[in-house]
């Protein structure tokens, strides 16, 4: 049987934190991690891709060998730059843009129906880094990519 919760004067301080314990517990007080846009624990991770830095621009070699092979796949690059989200939209066509969260500056790292998973709050975004799903508000930053001779470059 449970206890019936008393007007706030009429507990003890045990009793209000045994009751906000059993709250928590079943979710009511749940924040950002426990709301119907976290990211799922399933969500596929991206896969991190080598790259190069020359200046301010990066660069990707890809080849049939690599995670950006096939149309529609999405990696990771980590430079000295910053961490950046690469995917393959078209045989021709790659963007590149900022791993950052708009939403608390987290690094996106899930990948999954061509959309980006922010692994903190759940905010996702298109491959051309548009916000499907909040809390993110704003885009995210995109830079013009360049494909020739198998290698992709963008300049940050």
Known sequence: MKTPILPLPFRTRREFCAEAASMLAAGVLAGCGGSP??????????TTMASTVSGRTVSLTVDAASPLASVGSAVQVQTSLGTFLVSRTSQEAFTA??????????????????????PCHGSTYSTAGAVLMGPAARSLQQYATQFANGVVTFTV
Do not use: D, K, M, W
């Open 37 to 46: 846009s976290s990211p799922s624990s399933n969500t596929p991770q991206l």
């Open 97 to 118: 843009l900022t791993a950052v969260c708009t939403h608390e500056g987290c690094t996106i790292t899930g990948f999954e129906a061509s959309r980006y998973v922010c």
